[in-house]
């Protein structure tokens, strides 16, 4: 989810006056949930090589670990919003850090990574109600624009602040422990999140108007998933395989019915008619095409660093400081260039950077284990972002007047995590094909015996080259091992580029497509929790995934 973080005086007669009951505590309450609930999302990309070894899993399988999250978090992201506004926030946030807690629980002892997706989708489940929720209950307590600016601001800064420091976090408990004991220490903090929430907030809660879109959610649901299920699966089962191609067409036919849904839904949970807006269809494409290359980067450099060169969960987590961490420290500087600059020209240049990082990836060396040559890649992407993340809401939102900014806030945000959940789906789809075709082929010329030249055929038919690359030495089949790892460094290579050529090609739409255009509304997220910038669901976006 993406937060304007934006800031706004309000000189109005209510500038001076004391803060509403209640403002501190749900600050506090507030803030930590959403830094449980960011930390959950982002806990796994340090752990990624762990899971790989300890589960004996092939690289479809640690793809399903990020998208079961994800695809949880995008699919219900919208109802939960309401769910909130009918029944209390407060009830909300609770149950979403106990489903948090549970599914933490449930990674925590996972004796398989089929448990391991069931824990990783119920964490989505309790993040995607805790990010509306929080967000919400946290507004309705604040009595201005002045002052909800600055609670966002905050708010937004734990959100970053959970992204950055969750791979820390996850690196640093494996490291002394095993990674389970990093989802015990997760089920700890959703525990201390469901205390103070019920300890220190009042329920809130806005009926007025809102009504569930059930029909909408089941297609919206099972269209997704089925699509995204073939797309995971075509690499390594193959793409003409009978589950592949029946997963791909059901989904789309699922897809197709919601769009039919939506257009006659009285209360739509995606509004298809804000597409007749040019401006609005620009930024909408831009923001799944740009985020889609932001979270492939990430994830390509958690599996670059973990299952393919097996680096400590430590170390891995560093240059997740660089991609996450602008986003947080640069709050106070895009906050004040959204109000000097064109949110169109901050979006573009946010691409433009973010497309040399992931280029200047395609030149990394997959049998060089040193992180140095992540710096400046990893620093401009996560800049970029910083720039994008924002710039992207305000470009949506200056395009439809004002009282259609809610909905087209709810519409942005779900398109802009449906990019996060395809960027790990696309870099794996790319980096595993095109490793299985590399790997092939270099075995065929491959001077090996023919006992360790059958046995890695085999294992590489059935798992691919990723579990060729981790066999222990000895083993039949490891002399491999340096064929494998070459082909998993050319196929992350190309994911870097298709991540590279997504992000220009978001660049370029953004600055051709918005050519002509006027901004005949003044964007509401300048003031970032004005109700009119407030999504259906409740809540503006959050600034990172």
Not at 292 to 315: E, I, K, N
Not at 446 to 456: H, S
Not at 491 to 511: D, E, H, K, P, Q
Request: glycine share 10%.
């Amino acid at each position: 989810m993406t937060l304007n973080n934006g800031t706004a005086t309000s000189h109005g007669p209510n500038a001076g006056a004391a803060r509403k009951p209640g403002y501190a505590r749900t600050l506090a309450a507030t803030c930590c949930a959403v830094f449980v609930a960011q930390v959950a999302n982002a806990l796994p990309a340090s752990l990624n090589g762990l899971f790989q070894e300890d589960l004996n899993t092939h690289g479809s399988q640690l793809t399903w670990i990020t998208a079961a999250l994800m695809i949880a978090v995008v699919c219900f992201e919208f109802t939960f919003g309401v769910l909130g506004d009918l029944f209390g926030r407060k009830k909300l946030i609770t149950v979403g850090a106990g489903l948090i807690a549970a599914g933490s629980a449930v990674a925590a002892v996972a004796p398989s990574v089929q448990i391991l997706w069931v824990g990783a989708a119920l964490n989505g489940l309790g993040a995607g109600a805790m990010f509306p929720g929080s967000l919400t209950m946290l507004v309705s307590v604040t009595r201005n624009t002045r002052e909800r600016a600055h609670a966002v601001a905050l708010w937004s800064g734990f959100l970053s602040a959970g992204a950055a420091l969750s791979p820390l976090l996850g690196g640093m408990f494996a490291k002394v422990g095993s990674w389970r004991g990093s989802f015990w220490v997760l089920v700890a903090l959703a525990v201390v999140s469901m205390v103070l929430t019920l300890a220190l907030t009042s329920e809130s809660r806005s009926p007025e108007g809102r009504e569930l879109d059930i029909p909408g959610q089941i297609t919206f649901a099972i269209g997704l998933i089925l699509v995204l299920y073939a797309a995971v699966e075509g690499p390594e089962s193959g793409w003409a395989t009978l589950p592949v191609i029946l997963s791909f067409a059901l989904g789309v036919c699922f897809l197709a019915a919601f769009v039919l849904v939506e257009l006659g839904a009285k209360s739509p949970i995606f509004d298809i008619t804000l597409f007749r807006n040019r401006a609005f269809t620009v930024s909408s494409i831009v923001a799944v095409i740009g985020m889609l290359a932001f979270l492939g980067a990430c994830f390509a450099t958690s599996m670059w660093l973990g299952p393919v060169q097996h680096q400590d969960p430590l170390r891995v987590a560093v240059p997740f400081l660089l991609l996450q961490g602008p986003a947080f420290v640069l709050i106070p500087a895009v906050s004040r260039l959204l109000h000097r600059v064109a949110p169109t020209w901050l979006l573009t240049s946010g691409f433009v950077l973010m497309t040399v990082g992931c280029l200047l990836c395609t030149r990394l060396n997959v049998t060089e284990p040193g992180l140095t040559a992540f710096i400046v890649p990893d620093l401009l992407i996560g800049v970029g972002f910083a720039l994008c993340v924002s710039s992207v809401t305000a470009v949506a939102l200056d395009s439809v007047p004002p009282q259609l900014a809610g909905m087209a806030s709810a519409t942005t945000n779900m398109l802009r995590d449906l990019g996060f959940v395809l960027g790990p789906v696309v870099v794996s789809a790319v980096a595993l094909s095109n490793a299985a075709r590399s790997f092939s082929s270099n075995l065929k010329g491959a001077n090996l015996p023919a006992d360790q030249l059958g046995a890695a055929r085999g294992i590489a038919a059935e798992g691919g080259p990723m579990v060729v690359n981790s066999l222990p030495s000895g083993t039949l089949g490891s002399a491999a091992h340096g064929l494998a790892l070459d082909a998993l460094g050319s196929g992350f290579s190309s994911a870097f580029l298709i991540c590279g050529i997504a992000a220009a090609v978001a660049a370029v739409l953004t600055a051709v497509g918005m050519l002509g255009i006027r901004r005949p509304h003044p964007s509401p997220v300048q003031s970032p929790a004005e109700p009119s910038a407030i999504e259906p669901g409740g809540a503006p976006e959050p600034a990172v995934k």
